[in-house]
């Protein structure tokens, strides 16, 4: 900035107003400066600027697994609307470990983030007391970690997983088995309670062997579906509780010389992009993804600005996309 000032034959302060705009400056010596500044390459730097302010025109954003092509559409929701309130994203992938994200959300408090936009890995600590940290504006997305009381944007789990069993239930399926997401996460959990309830409802008796634990994995889909085949007599449709997961049961099909929905009829859950160029194509429950992360991001800004102080728990609703992964069972 000395340079700067010594170029445009101004003073350093008045190369501060200009940079910062916090002073009105003759609009001869603003050029002088303006032009030094073009010359000289210079560039502020945004760390320092928000460390004399305290805050950053930075969001923080922490998700479980930058592979899972689900999550991508979440950031590109927050990244939009954090871009229209000129403010940038800086991302964080955790692995769904907890000690990762506590460790990246220590950090990305460190760096003085204007707020913080969470999908919390499973197990996580952020809803318990002591678990947060500085007092910052954060938002979880997807999965509500226990005890957690903040701001929270999810979907309709049960009603999204109810549905897509009744679905299959209605085509006379009567053996009809889930493949859950890891039991730990609330949206796992949500999941095998609407596939339950869509059995009650329909007078189905509940197999425990049916319901087999995995991960929202493409592997797990393939491990869990060759279980479920050697059960007798088998499930004649699956209900698996991602889209991923439901990739894994093709595959598994596959290797034994079944077809779906001939053999096995599927449901999944997400609507990823891939899901309707699978052959078959896949019968899914659709999430808004990019409408969760614009929507956490936005709640964010009125958490910034002061025009919301009451927690709010916002429930996005789902969709099932029918496409030609279910028929009727013929045994």
């Known amino acids: 900035m000395r340079q700067i000032a010594?170029?445009?034959?101004?003073?350093?302060?008045?190369?501060?107003?200009?940079?910062?705009?916090?002073?009105?400056?003759?609009?001869?010596?603003?050029?002088?400066?303006?032009?030094?500044?073009?010359?000289?390459?210079?560039?502020?730097?945004?760390?320092?600027?928000?460390?004399?302010?305290?805050?950053?025109?930075?969001?923080?954003?922490?998700?479980?697994?930058?592979?899972?092509?689900?999550?991508?559409?979440?950031?590109?929701?927050?990244?939009?609307?954090?871009?229209?309130?000129?403010?940038?994203?800086?991302?964080?992938?955790?692995?769904?470990?907890?000690?990762?994200?506590?460790v990246y959300f220590h950090e990305l408090h460190a760096y003085r983030m204007a707020g913080l936009i969470v999908i919390p890995a499973a197990d996580s600590s952020l809803g318990e007391p002591n678990g947060r940290g500085a007092d910052v504006p954060l938002i979880c997305i997807d999965r509500k970690p226990a005890g957690w009381r903040g701001d929270c944007i999810t979907v309709d789990n049960v009603k999204g997983a109810y549905e897509a069993t009744r679905y299959l239930i209605e085509h006379k399926h009567r053996r009809v088995a889930a493949i859950t997401g890891p039991l730990?996460?609330?949206?796992?959990?949500?999941?095998?309670?609407?596939?339950?309830?869509?059995?009650?409802?329909?007078?189905?008796?509940?197999?425990?062997?049916?319901?087999?634990?995995?991960?929202?994995?493409?592997?797990?889909?393939?491990?869990?579906?060759?279980?479920?085949?050697?059960?007798?007599?088998?499930?004649?449709?699956?209900?698996?509780?991602?889209?991923?997961?439901a990739l894994g049961v093709l595959s598994a099909l596959r290797e034994l010389g079944l077809r779906c929905p001939e053999d096995v009829s599927l449901v999944g859950f997400d609507d990823l992009e891939v899901s309707a160029f699978t052959n078959p194509a896949l019968t899914t429950v659709a999430q808004p993804s990019y409408q969760m992360g614009a929507r956490a991001a936005a709640l964010l800004f009125e958490r910034l600005r002061g025009t919301r102080t009451q927690p709010q728990h916002v429930v996005l609703d789902t969709v099932l996309k029918a496409r030609h992964s279910v028929a009727g069972p013929k045994r």
Do not use: W
Request: proline share 6%.
């Open 6 to 102: 010594s170029r445009a034959r101004v003073s350093v302060g008045t190369v501060s107003h200009v940079i910062n705009q916090t002073a009105n400056v003759r609009e001869p010596a603003r050029r002088r400066v303006l032009a030094a500044i073009k010359h000289l390459g210079y560039q502020p730097s945004l760390l320092a600027r928000g460390l004399r302010r305290n805050q950053t025109t930075i969001i923080g954003m922490i998700i479980p697994d930058i592979s899972n092509p689900f999550f991508p559409h979440i950031v590109r929701g927050v990244e939009d609307v954090a871009y229209q309130n000129s403010f940038r994203l800086m991302l964080c992938n955790t692995d769904n470990d907890v000690q990762k994200e506590q």
């Open 184 to 245: 730990r996460l609330t949206n796992a959990q949500q999941r095998l309670e609407g596939f339950k309830k869509a059995l009650a409802e329909a007078g189905l008796p509940l197999v425990p062997e049916y319901i087999q634990e995995g991960r929202f994995e493409r592997l797990s889909g393939y491990e869990k579906t060759m279980v479920l085949l050697r059960f007798f007599p088998p499930p004649t449709a699956i209900f698996a509780a991602n889209d991923l997961v």
